[in-house]
């Protein structure tokens, strides 16, 4: 089975996070030919399905089909299964989406998506886990943990974490403790 690239990871965990698995919109920055060629690719690979766009919901256009109507892309079982999503959720999921037909429209870009699909026992699952602590971390103990340097921890945070991912990190100075990063909700 082909490993999904960083992209199509993004693309996946994103959609999980979304009503009905939608995987609009792409990850900022992917347009156009180099869009098209993910899309593809994960359509042939089977992680991604071209369904109909209820146009009433205001779902995002993929492509136009010519007859007044458009697609959309859903993830589909085994796209979310490739990223660590049990497909018993995608099914549930997807079913909701179908049962939904006259729903809210689905949230813009920037509107509390937060991807969910981390692969278990990576050291970025263990400072997720560190960060969804009340406590939260300092920068010391995420260090330990993971052996990691302190500037790869900050560039985790601040590349992974923050961009990659859509996870809301947020710091602040604790007496005794320093700077105090947690995930926010």
């Given at each position: 089975?082909?490993?999904?690239?960083?992209?199509q990871?993004?693309?996946?965990?994103?959609?999980?996070?979304?009503?009905?698995?939608?995987?609009?919109?792409?990850?900022?920055?992917l347009?156009?030919?180099?869009?098209?060629?993910?899309?593809?690719?994960?359509?042939?690979?089977?992680?991604?399905?071209e369904?109909?766009?209820?146009?009433?919901?205001?779902?995002?256009?993929?492509?136009?089909?010519?007859?007044?109507?458009?697609?959309?892309?859903?993830?589909?079982?085994?796209?979310l299964?490739?990223?660590?999503?049990?497909?018993?959720?995608?099914?549930?999921?997807?079913?909701?989406?179908?049962?939904?037909?006259?729903?809210?429209?689905?949230?813009?870009?920037?509107?509390?998506?937060?991807?969910?699909?981390?692969?278990?026992?990576?050291?970025?699952?263990?400072?997720?886990?560190?960060?969804?602590?009340?406590?939260?971390?300092?920068?010391?103990?995420?260090?330990?943990?993971?052996?990691?340097?302190?500037?790869?921890?900050?560039?985790?945070?601040?590349?992974?974490l923050?961009?990659?991912?859509?996870?809301?990190?947020?710091?602040?100075?604790?007496?005794?403790?320093?700077t105090?990063?947690?995930?926010?909700?």
């Amino acid at each position: 089975m082909p490993k999904p690239t960083d992209t199509q990871s993004i693309i996946l965990s994103r959609a999980a996070a979304r009503p009905g698995n939608l995987a609009l919109p792409l990850p900022d920055g992917l347009h156009g030919a180099a869009a098209s060629k993910v899309v593809t690719m994960m359509i042939s690979r089977g992680w991604l399905e071209e369904v109909e766009a209820n146009m009433r919901r205001g779902e995002p256009l993929w492509r136009e089909t010519g007859d007044g109507h458009g697609t959309t892309l859903i993830a589909t079982e085994a796209g979310l299964a490739i990223v660590g999503i049990e497909p018993v959720v995608a099914s549930a999921t997807a079913s909701a989406r179908k049962a939904k037909a006259d729903a809210a429209p689905i949230p813009e870009a920037g509107d509390t998506v937060k991807p969910v699909a981390v692969r278990a026992g990576t050291k970025q699952a263990q400072i997720i886990a560190m960060l969804q602590q009340s406590e939260g971390a300092t920068i010391a103990e995420m260090v330990e943990a993971t052996g990691w340097q302190a500037h790869t921890v900050r560039g985790s945070i601040s590349g992974a974490l923050k961009k990659k991912l859509g996870l809301l990190v947020t710091a602040e100075k604790v007496e005794g403790r320093g700077t105090v990063y947690r995930l926010s909700v």
